[in-house]
């Protein structure tokens, strides 16, 4: 097993498995950051907490002294937590890096048999321990050091809770088997359990709003599939419809501040996934004209304007991705490079995106009741799509 490092598509991948390393995973990424675990020869066989930065020679070995086993489970950036089993006594303490083994912190509390820390940012640390008092599992928040611990255990909960995220300022994990977002304090947190369709539920991950996990189904039913929240438990879409036909478990482990999210889905076998927000946007076919009028067969292009708003930026689109009705942009002589230019078509004081499609490239049969429908993606990945009015002409 080596740890990989994807770029939005399978085959654009980096393996990061370290020289030496007959074993490694991945578990963690902010920025160029990539953090994890690895075992073999330089780590002695023991597995231990990994830092990289996009390629496999980058790697940086966490591992402190006292410890014969560790894990790093997120990074912010400057910050790296997990957690290792101590050496002395077996037990595992939650861990936080600033980058190298030598900075180390020991983030375990009084208090508490067991320790782990699985998420980081803004200087907060989640994870969860083993209370000494009740022998449930808390979830547990700390910024920076073993004593600044918080016990995010809400009063009277049975069945323990655990924290996976933060984003600086909210916690997100499960409680009493629901997912939950609290706001630094145990007393402060909102249920994100639906009311209806799933057994239980958890939070993994928090970004930009959202806040991503799985639910289980109805108590016959243990599948799992992956969910997304944007802060309330009525705001849940099952990520889970969006897979093919086929897949029988899914979870979601991680989310980015614009919404794309990353799991796992089983269809004989794991697979990595990434499911990515669709921006329905305005476009306008044959700017200036009406009817839009297509001869199919004519040999030039078609322009077609992505239109801005306050809340879309169409120069953001990628125009090597776009295609109408199965047709892309025409290529500008032997540059290979996408015919496109940036006007506000509309007037509206908003910069457009005008593509020029290849007219004899258009497949009749993409035409939906007198409709074209425009499809794209922005440079950072997300999908967009849109569509408008088309009257086909004889040839």
Not at 124 to 138: A, E, F, T
Not at 363 to 371: L, N, S, T, V, Y
């Amino acid at each position: 097993m080596h740890a990989f490092l994807w770029s939005g598509a399978a085959e654009r991948y980096v393996d990061l498995n370290p020289s030496g390393c007959y074993v490694s995973e991945a578990y963690g990424i902010l920025g160029s950051q990539q953090v994890g675990i690895g075992a073999g020869s330089f780590t002695g066989d023991h597995g231990h907490a990994l830092l990289w930065t996009g390629t496999a020679e980058s790697v940086v070995d966490l591992h402190p002294n006292g410890f014969v086993r560790t894990l790093a489970y997120g990074t912010s950036g400057s910050q790296q937590v997990g957690y290792g089993w101590l050496a002395s006594t077996g037990i595992s303490h939650a861990l936080l890096w600033y980058g190298t083994a030598d900075s180390c912190v020991d983030l375990h509390p009084n208090g508490f048999l067991w320790s782990e820390a699985h998420g980081v940012s803004g200087g907060q640390q989640v994870g969860w321990g083993r209370s000494d008092i009740d022998k449930n599992w808390h979830a547990l928040l700390w910024y920076g050091t073993a004593a600044s611990c918080v016990d995010l255990n809400p009063s009277g909960l049975t069945g323990g809770s655990v924290a996976y995220g933060t984003d600086g300022t909210h916690q997100v994990g499960s409680a009493g088997g629901h997912a939950v977002i609290w706001s630094g304090t145990a007393e402060n947190y909102i249920d994100l359990h639906p009311s209806s369709g799933f057994s239980g539920t958890g939070a993994t991950a928090i970004a930009g709003g959202w806040q991503v996990g799985a639910g289980k189904g109805p108590a016959t039913d243990y599948d799992y599939h992956a969910l997304v929240w944007s802060g309330t438990p009525e705001s849940v879409v099952d990520l889970h419809s969006y897979l093919p036909d086929g897949y029988d478990y899914s979870w979601a482990w991680g989310v980015s501040a614009n919404g794309s999210v990353v799991g796992e889905a089983e269809v004989q076998g794991v697979t990595a996934v990434l499911w990515v927000p669709l921006i329905y946007v305005e476009i306008d076919i044959k700017p200036g004209s009406y009817p839009n009028s297509i001869n199919l067969g004519n040999e030039g292009v078609i322009p077609v304007a992505i239109l801005s708003s306050s809340e879309f930026d169409a120069t953001t689109v990628d125009p090597a991705t776009v295609e109408l009705a199965g047709a892309g942009v025409e290529l500008r002589g032997k540059s290979n490079k996408a015919m496109a230019h940036k006007e506000d078509v509309n007037k509206d004081g908003l910069i457009d995106l005008v593509v020029q499609i290849t007219t004899q490239n258009l497949d009749p049969g993409a035409f939906q009741d007198g409709f074209a429908t425009l499809t794209g993606r922005t440079y950072a990945g997300l999908f967009i799509e849109g569509a408008d009015e088309i009257t086909i002409v004889p040839k």
